[in-house]
């Protein structure tokens, strides 16, 4: 019963570096998201992939790519870090979309950038 | 674009007092809205979910209320221990088929023993 599982949990980079978050589910979920938290905000959607297959901008992509490869992963990847990406991402999974289902999330993923 | 506030940002309670968290939001039209509890270091457990039709909605001594007309929800807890300690944070759909939801900064709880 792991859930969701993210991966690393804690990562420092150097301003125009790059790195990959990976995140899993083990729940047959159809949908899967990349939200991040910044002190004083509520958390805003990356993207997300409704389905295996699809992709889709949410509020804030800019910076940011997203894999599905398969119906249990979905990553994110930053291909040039810059400070205002310092935060915690979270990735999350749902049977179908947001709107009518209970997301399950992932412990997180704090990233800072140099 | 709907906006999600909580008030207030930190509260701190005794032992067993019973205590009511607060949630609003601009736009009336939503599908539904979640009450979520965070742990520190932790990711977001869903706690409770409203459909925008009902009133209320409870589990153990959490007990959820909706007034979509005023943009409100509250979020009870009754008779608080130290392990509520944690932030709770609401978020709201504003349609069944959106695959996005608006999360307040939420209410960091501390229940003292």
């Known amino acids: 019963n792991a859930g969701v599982t993210q991966t690393p949990k804690f990562q420092v980079l150097k301003t125009g570096q790059s790195m990959t978050l990976q995140c899993a589910q083990d729940m047959n979920h159809n949908s899967m998201y990349w939200y991040r938290q910044d002190p004083g905000m509520g958390l805003r959607l990356i993207y997300y992939?409704?389905?295996?297959?699809?992709?889709d901008k949410g509020e804030v992509p800019n910076g940011y790519n997203v894999s599905r490869l398969n119906k249990r992963e979905f990553s994110l990847r930053l291909e040039s870090a810059a400070p205002s990406q310092t935060s915690v991402y979270f990735c999350?999974?749902?049977?179908f979309g947001a709107g009518a289902n209970v997301l399950t999330f992932g412990a997180g993923s704090r990233l800072t950038v140099l | 674009k709907q906006e999600v506030t909580q008030i207030p940002a930190a509260l701190s309670v005794p032992e067993g007092e019973n205590l009511v968290l607060n949630c609003s939001f601009t736009?009336?039209?939503?599908?539904?809205l979640q009450w979520f509890r965070q742990d520190p270091g932790k990711g977001l457990t869903s706690l409770l979910l409203i459909q925008s039709s009902q009133r209320e909605q409870t589990s153990g001594r959490l007990n959820a209320s909706l007034d979509k007309s005023s943009g409100r929800s509250t979020l009870y807890i009754a008779a608080s221990q130290p392990g509520d300690s944690a932030t709770y944070l609401c978020?709201?759909?504003?349609?069944?088929?959106?695959?996005?939801?608006?999360f307040g900064t939420g209410t960091r709880l501390t229940v003292i023993p």
């Open positions: 992939s409704a389905s295996e297959g699809t992709t």
């Open positions: 999350a999974s749902s049977e």
């Open positions: 736009d009336s039209a939503i599908y539904n």
């Open positions: 978020a709201v759909s504003q349609a069944s088929g959106a695959n996005n939801l608006f």
